[in-house]
């Protein structure tokens, strides 16, 4: 079993960044496959990106190329560098962790989940 704890979220202008990160408790942090997922007011939780235990990322399309997921085994931590931040991207992010095999992207097929960071983007 895992215990994930969220941090650095906050209130940002459009454009700027944030970089959030998740603590991982337990001694097989690197077997898990994590994850971020977001969910703003009203609507569904939506996956964000994700990385497996060797460090490959997978994003949703509306954060590639803006967003980088990373991980260090070492310290049970993984990142999420948020950078070119939009008014969209306003939603409660979670730190979430699964054994499944490394893909997938349904909220469900995570079983860890931390109590999420609100992240605030103005225009």
């Known amino acids: 079993q895992v215990q994930l704890v969220e941090s650095g979220g906050g209130l940002e202008t459009a454009g700027g960044s944030l970089r959030l990160s998740c603590a991982a408790s337990g001694r097989t942090f690197s077997m898990y496959v994590m994850g971020w997922f977001r969910q703003a007011p009203g609507k569904e939780r939506e996956f964000v990106a994700s990385i497996s235990g060797s460090g490959g990322a997978n994003y949703a399309d509306s954060v590639k190329g803006r967003f980088t997921i990373s991980r260090d085994n070492a310290k049970n931590m993984m990142y999420l560098q948020m950078n070119s931040l939009k008014p969209e991207d306003t939603a409660v992010y979670y730190c979430?962790?699964?054994?499944?095999?490394?893909?997938?992207?349904?909220?469900?097929?995570?079983?860890?989940w931390g109590q999420g960071t609100q992240v605030t983007v103005s225009s």
């Open positions: 979430a962790a699964t054994v499944r095999l490394f893909g997938g992207t349904d909220h469900l097929d995570y079983s860890y």
